[in-house]
């Protein structure tokens, strides 16, 4: 959604607020960091506070980046601390088409505890699961962890 101000931007405790672009485009504002659990081998992206197009353009480079020196076996995108998801469609549609920043066959889920979130990580899964199919939107890590058959993850911070 667009205003001819800027982006609007929606803001997960329900209120929607009207950001100037240059302001939004200007600045990287969302913290995150990565986990792994070294005996299931999953790697885990923690994402927290606000997340803006241009942060999340960057996030399959640093997926990647950690995929490849840790070699999990799963990967889980962590949504639950995310208060504000200022993407907008071509963005999202524009990250989907990259393609997975792990390995083919590699399962990844993405966790969307809200309707909104829930709603957006569906579009992603359909534009950017291709024909591997080992995409999902979960609603909590539980659920991930249950469909991998993991039953007692043990998340350690990796050091950037």
Do not use: C
């Amino acid at each position: 959604m667009r205003s001819r101000s800027g982006l609007i931007s929606f803001n997960l405790t329900g209120r929607v607020s009207h950001r100037d672009k240059s302001f939004v485009w200007g600045r990287t504002r969302m913290p995150h960091h990565f986990e792994f659990d070294s005996e299931h081998k999953i790697l885990r992206l923690v994402l927290k506070g606000d997340l803006e197009g241009e942060e999340f353009l960057r996030l399959n480079t640093e997926i990647h980046a950690q995929a490849e020196r840790l070699q999990p076996l799963a990967g889980i995108s962590d949504g639950l601390a995310i208060e504000n998801f200022n993407v907008t469609s071509p963005t999202l549609r524009s990250v989907a088409l990259q393609g997975s920043p792990y390995p083919i066959g590699i399962p990844r889920y993405l966790i969307a505890p809200t309707d909104y979130l829930f709603g957006m990580a569906r579009m992603y899964e359909l534009v950017g699961n291709h024909s591997e199919g080992k995409l999902q939107v979960v609603r909590s890590l539980q659920e991930a962890l249950a469909d991998l058959g993991v039953a007692n993850a043990k998340f350690e911070r990796v050091s950037e």
